[in-house]
């Protein structure tokens, strides 16, 4: 079949398999090009499949030859339509990485339930024995959750005050102005609930009562806290207080692992074109605009850049650089001031007439396009592509 990008809202709802294989092996050849990672050599990563987990699980095999069980959330193909993005993605990880001898196995489910975990965990006895590294990175927008099975939204709305700012439809470049009304109470709970860090907190502890974990255990779960200019829609926004409560939470997990001498981390990462980040207002401007400004000064990085830096100069060092709240910083490049700066000045000048030579719109395009496998230089999109039904290591 011929595969086209179709865009509904901040979404394609269309995937591209020989794409998203290329971007897949994209990452794999950068991993490899920075040699040896002494990291963890059995992981677990929940969010496998996109964005920052993907990026994870790509540099745990191929920068420490680790043993990977992804989880994830995604749809195999069905009659007429494409799988979603990530499941092509997998395919292509595991192909890879079982070619090259390296473990590679997946449990596709809500990650949310009783029952994936129970399988996850079943499948570490299994295979693993037991597991040294968990990556916490999942991004969804709604939660059942395990016991009550009430089933939360997360919102993206300010705290307090109506919020008005500029934000572009960067399929049109049409910059304009935007209110959010604010969220109230409920709203706040329900990102919390979702968003928040109760799930992972759960995984830890069940993964902890079957003696899966390994002495010197380490998890880490992902968060965001970026400039002024988003601050009422993203850090002190609902989505911030369920971030608030992830960043409490490595603490409480680092009390449960006290006795193994394990320890919890969030690393706070770089804002970036991922599925999730798409959908929230204002932050494509932000993107645009800091594209620009950090490939000027040659100190722009993707997810996979982000994620190998994470573990060649922060989370494997003897002593594990964190700032005063405990935090690892892989966002030191996007919050450095002449960074921060520009791009505030930029934001000033921001319209949909000046957006295209002060901002990297093309970059940001570009990349939205990349996570659905398409706009690859090395891919014939006019050739018929194979759908790809099955994924080696799938449970
Ligand atoms: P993403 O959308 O690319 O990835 C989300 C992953 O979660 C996918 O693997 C998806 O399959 C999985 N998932 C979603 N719901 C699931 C469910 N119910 N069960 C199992 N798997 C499920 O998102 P991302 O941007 O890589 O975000 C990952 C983390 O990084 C989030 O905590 C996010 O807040 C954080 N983060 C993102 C940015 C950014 O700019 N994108 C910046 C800093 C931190
Ligand atoms: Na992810």
Redesign the pocket.
């Known amino acids: 079949m011929i595969i086209e990008p179709k865009t509904r809202g901040f979404i394609c709802i269309t995937s591209h398999p020989t794409g998203c294989e290329q971007n897949v092996l994209n990452q794999i050849d950068y991993i490899k090009s920075k040699g040896k990672i002494a990291g963890a050599k059995n992981v677990l990563v929940?969010?496998?499949?996109?964005?920052?987990?993907?990026a994870s699980r790509i540099t745990s095999a191929f920068g420490s030859e680790a043993s990977t069980i992804g989880?994830?959330?995604?749809k195999p193909p069905s009659e007429g339509k494409t799988a979603s993005p990530?499941w092509y993605n997998t395919a292509a990880f595991e192909t890879v990485a079982q070619n090259a001898g390296l473990y590679a196995k997946s449990i596709n489910?809500?990650?949310?339930s009783k029952e994936?975990k129970a399988q996850t965990i079943k499948l570490i006895k299994e295979d693993l024995g037991e597991i040294d590294l968990m990556i916490y990175?999942?991004?969804?927008p709604v939660?059942t959750h395990p016991e009550s099975g009430i089933r939360y939204k997360s919102t993206l709305k300010p705290i307090g005050d109506t919020f008005t700012n500029k934000t572009v439809d960067f399929h049109t470049g049409e910059v304009k102005e935007i209110s959010i009304e604010p969220g109230t109470e409920e709203d706040i709970e329900n990102t919390i609930a979702v968003?928040g860090g109760e799930d992972w907190e759960m995984w830890i502890s069940e993964l902890k009562k079957e003696n899966l974990l390994s002495s010197n255990f380490k998890t880490v779960?992902?968060?965001?806290i970026g400039p002024k200019i988003t601050e009422p829609v993203y850090r002190k926004g609902t989505i911030g207080k369920a971030?608030d409560h992830l960043e409490k939470t490595a603490f409480t997990i680092t009390n449960l692992l006290k006795d193994i001498g394990g320890k919890a981390y969030v690393s706070?990462?770089?804002?970036?074109?991922?599925?999730?980040?798409s959908a929230i207002p204002v932050i494509p401007l932000y993107i645009s605009l800091l594209y620009k400004v950090m490939k000027e000064k040659g100190v722009h990085e993707g997810?996979i850049e982000q994620i190998q830096r994470l573990y060649s100069e922060r989370l494997f060092l003897n002593q594990v650089p964190q700032d005063s709240e405990g935090r690892i910083r892989i966002d030191d490049l996007e919050m450095r001031s002449d960074i921060q700066a520009e791009v505030s000045k930029l934001w000033e000048q921001a319209s949909t007439e000046t957006l295209p030579s002060i901002g990297d719109l093309e970059g940001y395009k570009n990349d939205f396009f990349h996570l659905f496998g398409f706009s690859y230089d090395q891919v014939d999109y006019d050739k018929e592509s194979n759908e790809i039904v099955s994924i080696p290591g799938l449970q």
């Open positions: 929940i969010g496998a499949s996109t964005g920052f987990g993907l989880v994830f959330f995604e990530g489910g809500d990650a949310y994936v990175s999942l991004a969804s939660r968003m779960a992902y968060s965001y971030k706070v990462n770089k804002a970036l074109v991922t599925q999730s980040s997810c």
